[in-house]
């Protein structure tokens, strides 16, 4: 068991820049390979990014491949992510997610876990 907490979101102009953070308690959180997805209204909701147990290997959604990068800092339990030149479709509920998954990562929001309540994100033109 693992409870996750975002924090970071908000309102940002189209072209800003945000860190999203997920705080996570109980099991120990490097056994936990780590997700970001997101859902907008109206929307299913989309893998966004995720990170290895390690930190060694990661994967990005094409539509933020070169603007949003995820890291972990497993000493502070803690999954980032970093989101750049933020788009107007940005805009959503982000949430951070952890898998028991052992090795590399996973897009499949079933073969995660554990689940935050979320964080809105708002990007304006």
């Known amino acids: 068991q693992v409870h996750l907490v975002e924090s970071g979101g908000g309102l940002v102009q189209a072209g800003g820049s945000l860190r999203l953070s997920c705080a996570a308690s109980g099991r120990t959180f490097s056994s936990y390979a780590m997700g970001w997805f997101r859902q907008a209204p109206g929307k299913e909701r989309e893998f966004v990014a995720a990170?290895?147990?390690?930190?060694?290997?990661?994967y990005d959604a094409d539509s933020v491949k070169g603007r949003f990068t995820i890291s972990r800092d497993n000493a502070k339990n803690t999954v980032y992510l970093r989101m750049n030149s933020l788009k107007p479709e940005d805009t959503a509920v982000y949430y951070c997610a952890a898998s028991l998954r052992e090795f590399g990562v996973t897009t499949q929001g079933r073969e995660y876990n554990y689940w935050g309540q979320g964080t809105q994100v708002t990007v304006s033109s």
């Open positions: 990170i290895s147990r390690s930190g060694l290997t990661t």
